[in-house]
């Protein structure tokens, strides 16, 4: 690791927390989740997630739990695959080791916990059939020479989730960002941000709110 890579991955934030917005996942978890499971299971067909800059893993493990629980409750087969990125390899490194100590899970229900969770002491490691669903991979989404992250191959997202991310970056940074989640989103392919970013997301256009409430927008055009 190089001086410069050290300064750049001081200057960022990498701060994430399990359900971080309780506001947008219980929407995924009670409608859009749902409702992608419905158009999926038994299809054959892979409902597809993209962790937009993922930071140590808690949001991609958050989603995956969400659409486990989503899985056993619709009764046909669901397969699918979460795509994980960031720009810090060291937050990658504590992402695919999926171990968090107790004070990180203050959000997470007891019977998530023991349902996806293995405790080891003051540890919790996230249990192997979720982590298989998630592949955590370096990528820089204001790379301008690739489309989608490598692992992704051609896009065709159903959800991307980048959150807690637009905010630092200037407004031509922010729409490079956004054009880039819009491509990898399929049509009617939802997108969800932070609470503190829904501005950002109605001024770039391309998106529409699927609720007033809450930061959750559909791809639109």
């Known amino acids: 690791c190089t001086e410069a890579d050290q300064l750049n991955t001081s200057l960022l934030v990498h701060h994430s927390e399990f359900f971080r917005s309780p506001l947008s996942f219980g929407l995924l978890e009670q409608v859009v989740l749902p409702a992608l499971a419905e158009q999926k299971s038994g299809s054959g067909k892979t409902l597809r997630i993209w962790s937009a800059g993922c930071a140590a893993g808690q949001e991609a493990y958050s989603i995956a739990i969400l659409v486990e629980d989503t899985a056993a409750k619709c009764g046909k087969p669901l397969v699918y695959q979460v795509t994980a990125t960031d720009s810090s390899e060291a937050c990658l490194q504590t992402a695919r080791a999926g171990v968090y100590e107790e004070s990180a899970l203050g959000n997470v229900r007891q019977r998530h916990l023991k349902s996806y ?3 080891n002491g003051v540890f919790f490691n996230i249990k192997p059939q979720v982590q298989a669903r998630i592949d ?14 490598p692992a992704a191959v051609f896009g065709g997202f159903d959800l991307v989730l980048c959150c807690n991310l637009l905010y630092y970056y200037n407004t031509a940074a922010q729409k490079k960002i956004l054009s880039k989640l819009r491509r990898a989103l399929v049509a009617g392919g939802f997108l969800v941000c932070d609470e503190c970013e829904k501005e950002i997301i ?12 809450h930061a959750v927008f559909n791809k639109i055009g």
């Open 117 to 119: 969770f293995d405790q």
């Open 202 to 213: 109605r001024q770039h256009g391309g998106f529409l709110a699927f609720s007033a409430y």
């Open 136 to 149: 955590f991979s370096k990528y820089d989404l204001l790379d301008e020479s690739s489309a989608f992250p």
